[in-house]
């Protein structure tokens, strides 16, 4: 049996965050010792890392909770499993888009100063004044 620093350490995540797990439902409520100190098992660490790996990942609480139950049904078809997986693939890919654009302005608006004065800076026009802007909203 763990301490909550020790499963903390283990697992890489900190003790706030373990307790919001908890309170969330993610986590079960672990055993105590004689002490009324919290102990964590082997089972409570491996959820705690599996949670940590999807977060990793950008996954948000729902879907983290919707695979731990999955997890936990282990003969049940894995396809909500892949739904999940190809949803945060599309975000992160869309994610990727917008950054990208927002690179291209950033570079494009960051090397149109000369120098001088802030009176004559491109950068504070083209925040200024949207219509200097390649892509108005890139997002």
Known sequence: MLSTGEVSRRAGIKVPTIRYYEQMGLVADPGRSEGNQRRYGKAELDR???IRHARELGLGIDAIRELLD???HPAQPCADADRIAAEQLAAVRAKIARL???EAELERIATQ???GTVDACYVIHALAHHELCADEHPR
């Open 48 to 50: 705690l890392m599996f």
């Open 100 to 102: 990208r654009k927002l």
């Open 113 to 115: 100063c000369r120098g």
């Open 70 to 72: 999955l997890s936990d």
